[in-house]
C-alpha cells in the first residue's frame, strides 16, 4: 500500500503505491469522500486517513494544492466539532452509561472545543457569506433575464408598430 521510500535529502518520505494513485501521473481521487467522512466523524487525519487506505500525507498535499478540497476538510472538520459538541453536550445532560467501553474526558473535550472556537467560528462565517454571494448571483441571474424579456418585448411592439 504505502511504501517508504528515501528522498534526496535521505529523510524518509511515502511513496504512494500506483494501486492508490491510479498510475504514476494521475491522483486516485476515490480515497476522498471516505477520508472526508472519516474526518468529520473522528476529526483525526490519521485515523481518516487509514479509513481511505492513503498515508496521512496524502490528504495534507492534496489539501495544500486543491483550493475545493481544503474547503471539503474544513467543512468535514466543523462537521466532527458540531458532533463532538452535540455528543459533549448529551453527556453533561445524561451522564455517561454505565457499560460504556470507553471513559469520555469532557474535560478534555471542553478545553478542545474551547481551543478550536475561532476556526470554527470563522468556518460558520464563510459558509454564511458563500451562501450569500450564492442568493447575490441568484439574484443578478434573474435580473439579466427580466431584463433581456423587457428588451425583447420592447423591440417586439418596435417590430409591430
Known amino acids: 500500500m504505502v511504501e517508504p521510500k528515501r528522498a534526496s535529502s535521505g529523510k524518509r518520505r511515502s511513496k504512494i503505491s500506483a494501486a492508490l494513485t491510479g498510475g504514476e501521473d494521475k ?3 476515490h480515497w476522498r ?3 472526508l467522512a472519516g474526518l468529520a466523524e473522528t476529526s483525526n487525519v490519521t485515523a481518516a486517513s487509514a479509513a481511505a487506505g492513503v498515508h496521512p500525507s496524502r490528504p495534507y ?3 495544500r494544492h486543491e483550493p475545493e478540497f481544503a474547503r471539503a476538510w474544513r467543512a ?8 463532538l ?10 451522564g455517561e452509561p ?3 467501553e470507553m471513559k469520555f474526558d469532557n474535560t478534555a473535550a471542553l478545553r478542545l472545543l474551547g481551543l478550536r472556537r475561532d476556526t470554527v467560528a470563522r468556518e460558520r ?3 454564511v457569506n458563500e451562501d450569500l454571494a450564492a442568493v447575490r448571483a441568484s439574484i443578478q441571474a434573474k435580473l439579466a433575464q427580466l431584463r433581456e424579456q423587457v428588451i425583447a418585448r420592447r423591440e417586439e411592439a418596435a417590430n409591430h408598430a
Open 27 to 29: 491522483l486516485n481521487r
Open 33 to 35: 469522500g471516505t477520508f
Open 61 to 63: 498535499k492534496v489539501r
Open 76 to 83: 468535514a472538520l466543523l462537521e466532527g466539532y458540531e458532533h
Open 85 to 94: 459538541e452535540m455528543e459533549l453536550l448529551h453527556r453533561l445532560r445524561f
Open 98 to 100: 454505565k457499560d460504556a
Open 125 to 127: 462565517a464563510i459558509r
